[in-house]
Each structure stands twice: as C-alpha cells, then as structure tokens.
C-alpha cells in the first residue's frame, strides 16, 4: 500500500491524477483528505510502558510538538497502546510520519499515520432494549 504525504492539498490532485479523476474518486479524496488533520499523527504499537516524556522526546526531533497525548485506561491509568502527537506545521509532521513509520520506540514497531478529524460524541447514548419495540406515533 503506497503511504500517502497529506501535508498539504496538492497531495490530493496527485492522487486523483494517479487514479482516474472520475467525480466519485474524486469525492472520495476530497472527504478523506479533510477528514484528516495533517499536522497531528496517531502513534500506534505503543509500549505500556511509553510515556508522554517519552513519545515527546522521540518526535520532538522533526519539528516543533504541540501536544503530546498517550491515552491510559481510566481503571488501571497503563497505556491502551497508542497515542497522539500534534505538530507546529504540517511539513514537520509529514516529515515525523516519513521517518518514524516502522520505527522501534521501547522494543515495540510503531505505526504512524495521520489522525482523523473525528466528532467528539459525548454523553449518554440510550440504546434499544432487546425485546421491546419502539412505540409507534
């Protein structure tokens, strides 16, 4: 699979002059690339024992960080094994993506990509019990 540079918007024609710039293709890329935050990295194959000290001072080396974030379990407060780095500029992101893919950080192979823009739900969501119906209006 070809590892894509989203850094900037131009990266989007190239893909879409590479694939055919059918309308669909087209809207497709469009709505991954803005689902996309080019200047914050997801960090995944963590080490429990990877802090955000850690994960900071081994990406710190391509760019200005931002915001550094290793998500824990709430109950037991170890890492779920993957994290967030936020970057000053999107060139020094895709450069930290470039280099540190496939890299070891605590014995452990990271995967790099970039972080998704995803809505943040909160709340109570109430879901259907099994067994009753919704009641009809």
């Known amino acids: 699979m070809n590892r894509l540079c989203l850094a900037s918007r131009p990266a989007a024609s190239l893909l879409i002059a590479r694939q055919g710039s059918s309308a669909a293709n087209r809207m497709a890329i469009r709505r991954f690339t803005e689902d996309i935050n080019p200047s914050r990295l997801f960090i995944g194959g963590l080490s429990w024992g990877t802090d955000e000290n850690k994960l900071k001072e081994a990406f710190e080396g391509f760019g200005e960080v931002r915001h550094v974030r290793v998500v824990v379990n709430r109950e037991t ?16 992101a895709a450069a930290a993506a470039e ?30 019990v099994e067994g009753k119906e919704e009641e009809s209006m």
Do not use: I
């Not at 407060?77 to 020094?92: A, I, L, M, N, W």
């Not at 605590?106 to 109570?124: I, M, W």
């Open 77 to 92: 407060g170890r890492s779920r094994g993957f994290g967030f780095v936020t970057f000053q500029s999107p060139e020094d």
């Open 99 to 128: 280099a540190m893919h496939d890299k070891e950080l605590d014995g452990r192979r990271l995967s790099v990509s970039y972080a998704r823009n995803t809505p943040r739900e909160g709340g109570f969501r109430q879901r259907p």
